[in-house]
């Protein structure tokens, strides 16, 4: 049953899923859809972690490219209450489970270097010290790194992956070189990037970066990725829109 600030969405894909989601909290968006089909995935992969899981889009969009087990890690009460009915809401209790925790140390309760993939759409921004922010507002910890920064991602994943593990995340292309940096620091060696660029002719406004836990070297730039066709409307691409059509378990 809905709550009074609850709506019911449907998630993007083909296979009917939904998603649960309050008025006053983090919605999920197109970083979502995008780091969910941008991650390589296949049938060696066997156990997914995905860290700030918020209400759970990243987990049930992956649930459409494979059958691995899927664990989602989420600080927030509320958020975690949200993930957990929308995993019953779409009937994938059997493959994904809903941690409440940290993700600082996570690795301890969840399994150390156990994980094939680990993937995250964290908060973008950096808390600075004139920053005016409430702290405990649920937008604010999902938009700013107030319980987890970069680093403690990083450091994290670096902890559940196996060797040869992979590590996919969405960001800001402001904080590119610090995250090469970081990721190089824990031995998370980038393999492929790509810029998304909102239209043709403006700057890219995301980065979709994989890593391996594995030997340096072989970064491939891939093509730019495009969200509307033009530079004026809001007509989605047809790579953007073969996102949304996506099948149940077509791993790729």
């Not at 809401?89 to 600082?104: A, E, F, P, R, S």
């Not at 492929?192 to 403006?202: A, E, I, T």
């Not at 033009?230 to 691409?237: R, S």
Request: proline share 4%; aromatic share 8%.
């Amino acid at each position: 049953m809905l709550k009074d600030n609850e709506v019911i969405n449907n998630l993007f894909g083909y296979d009917g899923l939904k998603v649960i989601q309050r008025t006053d909290m983090f919605h999920f968006s197109l970083d979502s859809t995008l780091i969910s089909n941008f991650v390589s995935i296949n049938q060696k992969v066997k156990k997914i972690v995905d860290l700030g899981a918020g209400n759970a889009p990243i987990p049930l969009m992956l649930s459409l490219r494979t059958k691995a087990a899927i664990t989602g890690v989420e600080i927030q009460e509320e958020s975690v209450s949200l993930a957990r009915r929308n995993i019953e809401l779409n009937d994938l209790h059997k493959q994904i489970t809903i941690v409440q925790g940290d993700l600082k140390g996570i690795n301890k309760r969840i399994g150390h270097h156990q994980f094939d993939l680990v993937t995250c759409n964290p908060p973008f921004f950096k808390v600075k010290e004139d920053s005016n922010i409430n702290k405990n507002d649920y937008l604010t910890i999902a938009r700013h790194e107030v319980k987890a920064t970069l680093d403690d991602v990083i450091k994290e994943t670096m902890l559940l992956l196996k060797n040869s593990g992979t590590f996919a995340m969405v960001h800001r292309p402001d904080r590119l070189v610090e995250i090469l940096e970081i990721m190089t620091k824990y031995q998370i060696h980038p393999k492929r990037l790509r810029f998304v660029y909102p239209r043709p002719g403006k700057d890219a406004n995301t980065i979709l970066i994989e890593g391996k836990k594995s030997n340096p070297g072989g970064l491939k730039i891939l093509p730019p990725l495009y969200i509307y066709k033009y530079d004026k409307g809001t007509e989605y691409t047809d790579e953007v829109s073969d996102m949304f059509m996506r099948r149940a378990n077509s791993e790729s």
